[in-house]
């Protein structure tokens, strides 16, 4: 199946708010509660920010949260902080008959 | 603690066959699917294949199938990835993660193969 589409960068000054979309098919995004959201800082592991559309891991500042309308899940992070400029991925469940799971392209978020 | 605990990076020929591992600890092993992700110089991050360790049960993404070959050892709580015929396009950092209906809570360190 094809990568989630997300926009190649966004950016944002400190204490402002900025959205990341992840746009889908009704076969992954809009079929399935289970979207998550990545944050990955150069040389380092993806880390879980958001699952299961809304969720926050434990440790996650409650900057970070996510929704989802139709196709297309959003990530927010509010009251943005120099720490916070990194690469984000969206990931969806895609259905137990194909293979099923599914990444976005990766969205470069800017503090400025 | 739940960790995954990756091999270290590899420089390998063109031809050249290759096994990387990733140990799980802190958990259950046999009851969660554990993912493998490849990540290209400068790229994004791709599925490669679902391991559910309980039954072997395995899964492929289309763009990988034939090309690896992905495996448990449950005595050691270890997940392999494997290539029997590396190609310089396979230089990349691989990273193994636990994963439920593919979201991934916790990740492996990374693995850095050079070819």
């Known amino acids: 199946q094809s990568a989630l589409t997300q926009p190649r960068s966004v950016s944002g000054s400190p204490g402002q708010s900025v959205a990341i979309s992840c746009t889908g098919t009704?076969?992954?995004?809009?079929?399935?509660?289970?979207v998550s959201w990545y944050q990955q800082r150069p040389g380092k592991a993806p880390k879980l920010m958001i699952f299961?559309?809304?969720e926050r891991p434990s440790g996650v500042p409650d900057r970070f949260s996510g929704s989802k309308s139709g196709n297309t899940a959003s990530l927010t992070i509010s009251g943005l902080q120099a720490e916070d400029e990194a690469d984000y991925y969206c990931?969806?469940?895609?259905?137990?008959?194909?293979?099923?799971?599914?990444f976005g392209g990766g969205t470069k978020l800017t503090v400025l | 603690e739940v960790q995954l605990v990756q091999s270290g990076a590899e420089v390998k020929q063109p031809g050249e066959s290759l096994k990387i591992s990733c140990k799980g600890s802190?958990?259950?092993?046999?009851?969660?699917?554990i993912g493998w992700v490849r990540q290209m110089p400068g790229k994004g991050l791709e599925w490669m294949g679902l391991?559910?360790?309980?039954?072997?049960?395995?899964k492929y993404s289309p763009s990988f199938q034939g090309q690896v070959s992905i495996s448990v050892d449950n005595s050691i709580s270890t997940a392999y990835l494997q290539w029997s015929s590396l190609k310089a396009s396979d230089t990349a950092m691989y990273y193994c993660?636990?994963?439920?209906?593919?979201?991934?809570?916790?990740w492996g360190q990374g693995t850095l193969v050079t070819v």
């Open positions: 391991i559910y360790p309980g039954d072997s049960n395995t």
């Open positions: 990931c969806s469940y895609a259905g137990r008959y194909t293979f099923d799971v599914v």
């Open positions: 993660g636990r994963a439920h209906y593919g979201q991934v809570d916790y």
């Open positions: 299961d559309v809304t």
């Open positions: 802190g958990y259950s092993f046999t009851k969660h699917w």
């Open positions: 009704n076969s992954d995004v809009g079929g399935y509660d289970y």
